[in-house]
Every structure is written in structure tokens, then in C-alpha cells.
């Protein structure tokens, strides 16, 4: 068990490296256009949040948005190519590993890729706004950004096993993902939500990252009800996402 | 009920299928299907597209579970021991499932890392397989760089980095040229009496060049088993023509069609070849002929594609 995983999380790794400088470009650009249009374009019109900057308050959502996008098109795409393109899944069943193995290895190599993904872009925002954090605020962030792409790996992978039109994968992108990342607050904060609405942007797990990740970095503090949420958030989409993977190829 | 009579061969079997059942919804792509295989031999399986041969290659490498009735792969059930067979088993798909993002070579490590061997076997097996398949000079080129008889005999040599006991081959010289075709035949010819080879094809040539025992398929059923000779022998009871008309073929055909003397009939490549039930019959199916439309006739020995034409009035590529 786990050995297959290895392999497959290896191949996955291989190819981000080989690929790495065309992947760099294409994740910088959409992050740096926001902060750019965002941070820097509108900050003379937005006035400070809590105290806070605005450009300082959107990177930290910046950095997980790319962390979350890319951990889930990974998942989602890589899952879909390999499943349908390439057939390489029926390659990988054929040899002793198990179906949990390839589904774990996948979603390893798509939290694995998302994470590197935030990272680079983080230290890229944060040399270019010279924004200075405190070490052990970052390392709560951090958390944040790994039980993120945990979760959005998981859905992906959910997503790629499901879903078999490459045009329906783009849909649910645009038409779920990404509104769940724009009503999260990462252009605004959750308070000029009306109260009847906020409970229930407050139970989106993108609203536990988005918010909690914020938190961590600007203040220090970990929000226990969003870890809690984003802990919950990752155990089950990595059940269903495993569960439907086994059922998929057992059928 | 009429079930066919699994073959009976002196050496351990290393594949049995016994009334074997595959559905999909309404469709049932396998019935009550049952065969055995001895080690150390080449079987094949002959049939046109649909017929459930793939089916049946995905039944007994794990892929897909019966509906109904036990498969065992080197003694292991394939519902319940899918692993121990995965480690058993090489598999050439029919389709080219490479990794288009990994070189040649990096797609045979990555195989031979899920099997669990260590670098220095897995870079001597590969550079051996390489070197036999032609391909050692294209190792660092990516499948779509290769041209498709190439990623063919890459697909090939993917299938026996581990050294496998048991090889599931469907159609595995689909797309090679005759020179690279007959390379893998004859590598797959000197495994016979110590790997156990299963064949799928629909190429009449292959299965009787590389086949101790072959079973014909039709519509997930077997219509015919026996060694290629005993095959061959169901169609001696019929003879043979081949004719080649100036025009009208399609027309000539249908008039063939409709003689009670003709067992069965086709057009391949603009020339008609017909199977008499008598001997004596060709006078008569002559004298349909205008003589100025004949061009040639003539008779010839009767091949495994006759005997899948005389068993199900079809041609395998239909």
C-alpha cells in the first residue's frame, strides 16, 4: 500500500519539473493581474480594512486562491486526462498497486502542485509589495494553505473521476469553484455581508481558508471554528473523493 | 443447455474462465463463456471487433468484474486476488495508452517502479528490450514524437520490462509494419513453453503463425475451438474460389447469393471468393458468369478467415 502512490506522486513531480518555467508564468499571471487591477489600481479608492491596507488585506487571499485553484485543476484535469485522454489509468490497473493507491497518488501530486503553486506566487507578491510578515504568523498560514489544497486536491481528483466532458469540468470551475473564492471575501471583508446571509457564507470551506488564512497571517491567531471546518472539509472530500474513484473503476 | 467444451490440454492450466458472463445494462458483451489455457502456451483469441474479446481481456487482467460465473488467472481468482495477478501478468492494450509526458524509456521505468524492481534490473531489462524492439536510439523522444508502429513496440516492450509469466495481448501488432510485425512474433514465438501468452486478434495470419489453440468468438459466444489446422479442417468440407469479374462484382455477388449451392460469399478488394457446398457445383455457378466479364478463377486452400465466413456468412472486419 502507499507504493503505487509514490510512483504515481513521482511521475506527476517529474513532469511538473520538466514543465516548470511555462507553469510558473501561467500561475504568476492571473494572481498579479488581480493584485495589480486590485491591490494597486484601486487602492487609492478603497480605504483601509481594520486597520489594514488594502493591498495587504487581498494578498493573503491572492496566494490561496492560486494555491486552491491549482491544487484543483491538478486534480481535477490531470485526473480527467489520464482517466480519458491518455488512458494511463488503465495502464497504472493492470499493475500490482490498488485503486486506492493511484487516487491517493493523484491527489498527493495535485495538493503538492497547488501548494508549490501558493508558494511561489507568495513569495513573488510578497517581495514585490515588500510586505513583511511574522515567522511564526506565516507558519499558521501555511496551515491554512495546506489543509486548502488538501481539500481542493480532493475535489478535483472528485471532479476528474466524475466528470467526463472536458467542457463540463470548465463549467463546474466557473460556474462553483470560482464563486465560492469570490463570495469568500477575498476582495472584501466578510462584515458587509447582511447578518442574514453571513452564517451561511461562514460555512463555505472556501470562507474557512479565505477568512482563516487572513487571520493567521495578519494577527497570528488560528480561528478554531475554521480549522475545525477545514479539517472536516478535507476528511471528507478525500472519503468521497477515494470512495467514487473505487466505484468509478470497479463498476 | 449447450455450453462449449473447454479444451482439454495435458500441462496446468494457467487461465480458466468457466461460464463466464459479462453485461452492461441490457447488453451482454460475454455469455456463459468458459476456456482453459495450459502454461507455456499461445492461445488466441479470433473474432471480429465487438465479438467480447476485450471484454474478456479486461475480465482476466482485473479491469472488469464478471456478472456472472469465475475466472482465475495463474491460479488466483480474478475478483479476489487482483493484485497477486497484477504482479503476474504483462498486458499490451489495444489501444496506445503511453504517458505522453514521459520519454520512452521514463514510460518503462515508471512500469517496472510499479513493479517493484530495483533500478539496476529495471535499466538492463530496458536496455535490452530497447535494443530488441528497435528503439533504443528514440529512448529520450516522447510517444508523440514516435510514429505509431514505434509507440506500438513501445507499448510492447512496456508489457515485459518485468519479465511477466502470463502476457494478455489484444491485437498487439495493430499498425506495425510486416517487418516490425514479424519481429514481435517471432520474440513472442521464442517465449512458447516458458511464458503463457493469450491473444486477441483479428488478424487470421497472426493466430495461426503464433497459436497452439485458438477459439473463435462471435457476438460473446464461442462458435469454434481447436488448433488452426483442426479450424481449417471444418472448412474442408467446403471449396474455395476466388473470382475476379471485369465489372459488375457487386451484382455477380448478389446473384451467388441467391444459388442453393453456395455455403457462403463476400467481396474483398473488388474480387469475389465464394465457398461451394458440392464439388461439383462450379460448372453451374460459371454459368452465371458472362464470359466477358470474367477475368480469373481460381481455386485456393481454405484459411481461418473461411472458417469464420463459413460459420457466421461474415467477414472478421465487417
Not at chain 1, 503505487?4 to 511538473?16: A, E, H, K, P
Not at chain 1, 501558493?118 to 495546506?146: D, H, K, M, R, W
Not at chain 1, 474557512?208 to 491567531?221: N, P
Not at chain 2, 499490451?92 to 514510460?107: F, K, S
Amino acid at each position: 500500500m502507499m507504493h503505487g502512490s509514490l510512483c504515481i506522486w513521482q511521475r506527476d513531480m517529474r513532469v511538473l519539473q520538466r514543465n516548470i518555467s511555462s507553469e510558473a508564468a501561467t500561475v504568476m499571471a492571473f494572481p498579479l493581474t488581480f493584485f495589480l487591477t486590485f491591490g494597486l489600481g484601486l487602492k487609492g479608492y478603497i480605504q483601509d480594512i481594520d486597520g489594514i491596507s488594502y493591498a495587504l488585506f487581498v494578498v493573503p487571499g491572492l496566494i490561496s486562491m492560486t494555491a486552491i485553484l491549482g491544487a484543483f485543476d491538478d486534480g481535477s484535469w490531470g485526473m480527467w486526462f489520464h482517466r480519458v485522454v491518455q488512458k494511463t489509468i488503465e495502464e497504472y490497473r493492470v499493475n500490482p498497486i490498488t485503486v486506492t493507491d493511484i487516487i491517493v497518488g493523484k491527489i498527493i501530486s495535485g495538493f503538492t502542485s497547488g501548494f508549490l503553486k501558493g508558494l511561489s506566487v507568495g513569495v513573488c507578491l510578497l517581495l514585490l509589495t515588500g510586505f513583511q510578515f511574522n515567522p511564526l504568523f506565516l507558519l499558521a498560514y501555511l496551515l491554512f494553505i495546506f489543509l486548502g489544497c488538501i481539500v481542493f486536491s480532493c475535489l478535483g481528483s472528485l471532479a476528474g473521476t466524475l466528470i467526463d466532458k472536458p467542457e463540463n469540468l470548465g463549467r463546474l470551475e466557473a460556474v462553483v469553484v470560482m464563486p465560492f473564492i469570490f463570495l469568500a471575501g477575498l476582495f472584501f471583508p466578510l462584515s458587509t455581508y447582511p447578518d442574514s446571509v453571513l452564517p451561511y457564507i461562514k460555512a463555505l470551506p472556501t470562507t474557512a481558508l479565505f477568512d482563516g488564512a487572513r487571520l493567521a497571517l495578519l494577527t497570528g491567531k488560528i480561528d478554531p471554528v475554521y480549522l475545525a471546518e477545514l479539517l472536516l472539509s478535507a476528511a471528507i472530500s478525500f472519503i468521497l473523493a477515494v470512495r467514487f474513484f473505487e466505484k468509478k473503476m470497479h463498476a | 443447455m449447450n455450453r462449449p467444451n473447454p479444451l482439454i490440454l495435458p500441462m496446468p492450466n494457467e487461465i480458466e474462465i468457466s461460464h463466464v458472463t459479462k453485461a452492461y445494462g441490457k447488453l451482454v458483451a460475454v455469455k456463459d463463456f468458459s476456456l482453459s489455457v495450459a502454461g507455456g502456451t499461445v492461445f488466441g483469441l479470433l473474432g471480429p471487433n465487438g465479438a467480447g474479446k476485450t471484454t474478456l481481456v479486461s475480465i482476466l487482467t482485473t479491469l472488469l468484474k464478471p456478472t456472472s460465473g469465475a475466472a482465475s488467472v495463474g491460479g488466483h481468482d480474478v475478483v479476489r486476488d487482483g493484485a497477486k495477478i497484477r504482479s503476474l501478468i504483462g498486458v499490451v492494450p489495444q489501444e496506445n495508452n503511453l504517458d505522453r509526458y514521459l520519454t520512452a524509456r521514463e514510460n518503462l521505468v515508471l512500469h517496472a517502479k510499479m513493479h517493484r524492481m530495483s533500478p539496476s534490473d529495471y535499466n538492463r531489462r530496458i536496455d535490452a528490450l530497447l535494443s530488441l524492439l528497435n528503439l533504443a536510439d528514440r529512448q529520450k523522444d516522447f510517444p508523440p514524437k514516435l510514429s505509431g508502429g514505434m509507440q506500438r513496440r513501445l507499448v510492447v516492450a512496456r508489457a515485459l520490462v518485468h519479465d511477466p509469466q502470463i502476457l494478455f495481448l489484444d491485437e498487439p501488432t495493430t499498425g506495425l509494419d510486416p517487418q516490425a510485425k514479424r519481429l514481435i512474433w517471432d520474440y513472442f514465438l521464442s517465449l512458447k513453453g516458458k511464458r503463457t501468452l493469450f491473444l486477441t486478434t483479428h488478424h487470421m495470419e497472426e493466430a495461426d503463425f503464433l497459436c497452439d489453440q485458438i477459439i473463435i468468438i462471435d457476438n460473446g459466444s464461442t462458435i469454434a475451438s481447436g488448433t488452426a489446422a483442426q479450424l481449417k479442417d471444418m472448412a474442408e468440407s467446403s471449396w474455395f474460389y476466388e473470382i475476379e469479374v471485369h465489372s459488375r462484382a457487386e451484382e455477380y455477388l448478389r446473384i451467388f447469393q441467391r444459388l442453393p449451392f453456395i455455403d457462403c460469399s463476400s467481396l474483398q478488394d473488388g474480387q469475389i471468393e465464394v465457398c461451394l457446398k458440392k464439388e461439383g457445383s462450379l460448372g453451374a455457378l460459371v454459368e452465371q458468369i458472362n464470359p466477358r466479364d470474367l477475368k480469373r478463377i481460381s481455386s485456393r486452400q481454405p484459411s481461418l478467415e473461411d472458417v469464420f465466413l463459413k460459420l457466421t456468412g461474415r467477414r472478421l472486419r465487417q
